[in-house]
């Protein structure tokens, strides 16, 4: 069984950067066809998907995140992680990473980060 956990701050001041970490259990995060993603939602808001990291270290992101959002991967430590700076109040949301192969979805426990002073 496949488990994803995040983990980070959660508080993050403006204009610094966000970083969290999904922690991997069940897969190896380079097996094939799998991928490693992250979303989150705003309050109030719907899901917005942020980007994610191929199981041969290829990356994609949204559109509205690309200049702003990089995925890693610590293949020893078999995690991924999320980087999102220059972070406004906007950036407030619940931060949530996913597995995803072969039609299965798999999701970690989402953690809120709150930009604030």
């Known amino acids: 069984q496949v488990q994803v956990q995040g983990s980070g701050p959660g508080l993050v001041k403006p204009s610094q950067t966000l970083s969290l970490t999904c922690t991997i259990s069940?897969?190896?995060?380079?097996?094939?066809?799998?991928?490693w993603g992250w979303i989150r939602q705003p309050p109030g808001k719907g899901l917005e998907w942020i980007g994610h990291i191929t199981y041969a270290g290829n990356t994609y992101y949204s559109p509205s995140l690309t200049d702003r959002a990089a995925i890693s991967r610590d293949t020893a430590a078999n995690q991924f992680t999320l980087e999102v700076s220059s972070v406004t109040p906007e950036d407030t949301a619940v931060y949530s990473c996913?597995?995803?192969?072969?039609?299965?979805?798999?999701w970690g426990q989402g953690t809120q980060v709150t930009v604030s002073t």
């Open positions: 069940g897969a190896s995060i380079t097996t094939t066809y799998y991928y």
């Open positions: 996913y597995a995803q192969a072969q039609g299965l979805d798999y």
